[in-house]
């Protein structure tokens, strides 16, 4: 990285012969699938993945191209699954 410390990037690489509408679905099972075999590695940080599609059909790539499209309501999913995790944090609250 430009700071010289040490990062892992993963390239995540898939074949498409047709527009397959749930290509971003899978493209998300498998990063989560590479995500958990670097955590069993005990290492403190998550790497970086990069997903591409490589597309060889015969007709236009029309599927979604984000896992957010795949909702009835994207922006709303995105904003509720895509940042912070919503915290209930008992330990703050007074007893009262």
């Known amino acids: 990285m430009q700071n ?3 990062a892992f990037i993963y390239t995540l690489i ?3 012969g047709s ?3 749930w290509t971003a ?3 998300w ?6 995500l958990e075999i670097h955590k069993t590695k005990k ?3 998550l790497p970086l993945i990069i997903p591409i599609v490589v597309y060889h059909g015969n007709r236009r790539f029309n599927a979604p191209r984000n896992l957010w499209d795949l909702f009835s309501h994207p922006s709303l999913a995105q904003s509720l699954m895509g940042g912070d995790y919503q ?3 008992l330990y703050a ?3 009262e």
């Open 14 to 16: 898939e074949a498409e």
């Open 19 to 21: 527009p397959k509408y």
């Open 43 to 45: 290492r403190s940080k």
């Open 87 to 89: 915290l209930v944090d």
């Open 29 to 34: 099972k498998y990063i989560f699938l590479l």
């Open 93 to 95: 609250m007074s007893d």
């Open 25 to 27: 679905y899978k493209l």
């Open 4 to 6: 010289n410390e040490e």
